[in-house]
């Protein structure tokens, strides 16, 4: 019976040896190699985006579309609606273009409409809201933020009061809200209606909405005659998307179009004051290169591509802080 205690009492004095030479161990590597969380990389304050409008000449359709972005290096894609029906048309699943656009490592920042939401005439402004109904929930199903609302039908007189146009994009912002896009006020310089900065930015304020903001972009501005010293009056939110490009001294602003739409860095366009300012307001901004110019519709998609994203990395790298 001693014997028996004796082995027992030997036993657990060496199990209790081997658990606190254990727990000295563990403390003597947890002191050498201290467990350490696992870096996060930042977020970057800028993300590169393609416009399709600037391949829209090629005439690849939106998947050879979004291998063009990828295979460029783009973080993100801006697809025309236009391209996105002709695939459904087409037999194309949502689902399917939504897996094509994420392992191809892109995101959707925002999808080029023209939805009549603003126009006076009640009967074409109800089928333009209920349109962007429609089309934001596609824009919803391939995993997009964003679709921009221009002027679209309402470029020329009558004059539209601002209140009222307010209160119309309340109602998009709204019906956005149920598919989870949110619409972007597209300013269009050669309208005569939201055509310059302030129009667009007191259209925003004045519809009281959280998701209110602003599509800008360098030719329309330029086109519009918007001085763009007024985004330092901005919040981080309101001009998420940048359209960026550029455009040539002549012929002046007057008759100017789209068609001059140069690379970033070709033109005359006061690019690095405008990304200063911009950059101030904070936040992440996606700069997406739109351009139209034929020549460039003559030549190799993916060539444009990679031009277009080196020339818009060298502007951004050339703007001091």
Same mark, same amino acid.
């Given at each position: 019976?001693?014997?028996?205690? !004796?082995?027992? #009492?030997?036993? !657990? ?6 658990? $606190?030479? @254990? ?17 996060? *990389? ?22 050879? +579309? ?11 894609? +801006? ?11 087409? =037999? ?12 191809? =490592? ?17 009967? &074409?402004? *109800?089928?333009?809201?209920?349109? *962007?109904?429609?089309?934001? /929930? ?5 995993? =997009? ?8 039908? @309402? ?14 994009? #309340? *109602?998009?912002? +709204? ?23 302030? +129009? ?7 519809? $009281? ?17 918007? /001085? ?5 009056l901005l919040g981080p939110e309101a001009i998420p998307?940048?359209?960026?490009? /550029? ?18 860095? /070709? $033109? ?5 004051? !405008?990304? #200063?300012?911009?950059?101030?307001? =904070? ?10 110019? &034929? #020549? ?20 951004? @790298?050339?703007?001091?802080?």
């Amino acid at each position: 019976m001693n014997a028996q205690k !004796l082995s027992r #009492r030997q036993a !657990l004095a060496e199990a209790g040896l081997l658990v $606190g030479a @254990a727990v000295m161990l563990k403390d003597t590597l947890l002191k050498a190699e201290p467990v350490r969380p696992p870096v996060q *990389a930042p977020t970057s304050p800028v993300r590169y985006c393609l416009n399709t409008a600037t391949i829209r000449g090629q005439k690849l359709g939106i998947l050879n +579309e979004i291998g063009v972005a990828a295979q460029a290096g783009y973080d993100a894609i +801006e697809p025309w609606m236009e391209s996105i029906n002709v695939y459904v048309n087409n =037999g194309g699943s949502l689902p399917d273009l939504r897996n094509r656009i994420r392992d191809a =490592g892109l995101t959707v920042e925002g999808v080029i409409g023209f939805a009549e939401w603003a126009v006076e005439d009640d009967t &074409r402004r *109800a089928k333009g809201l209920e349109r *962007a109904r429609r089309e934001m /929930d596609l824009v919803a199903q391939i995993g =997009g933020q964003r679709m921009a609302a221009p002027p679209a039908g @309402a470029t020329r007189l009558p004059k539209l009061d601002l209140l009222r146009v307010a209160e119309r994009y #309340r *109602a998009l912002l +709204e019906a956005g809200v149920q598919s989870g896009v949110v619409p972007v006020l597209e300013l269009w310089g050669f309208s005569l209606n939201l055509g310059r900065l302030s +129009e667009c930015v007191a259209v925003a304020v004045e519809t $009281g909405h959280r998701n209110a903001c602003v599509l800008a972009d360098v030719f329309h501005l330029y086109k519009g005659g918007s /001085d763009f010293h007024g985004i330092q009056l901005l919040g981080p939110e309101a001009i998420p998307v940048l359209h960026l490009n /550029d455009y040539p001294s002549d012929p002046p602003r007057e008759t100017i179009d789209d068609s001059y739409r140069l690379y970033p860095g /070709d $033109g005359v366009a006061p690019l690095a004051d !405008l990304l #200063r300012m911009l950059r101030r307001t =904070g936040g992440q901004k996606v700069l997406s290169l739109e351009i139209f110019n &034929r #020549r460039n519709w003559s030549e190799g998609a993916l060539e444009v591509a990679k031009t277009g994203l080196a020339k818009m990395k060298a502007v951004v @790298a050339s703007t001091p802080p």
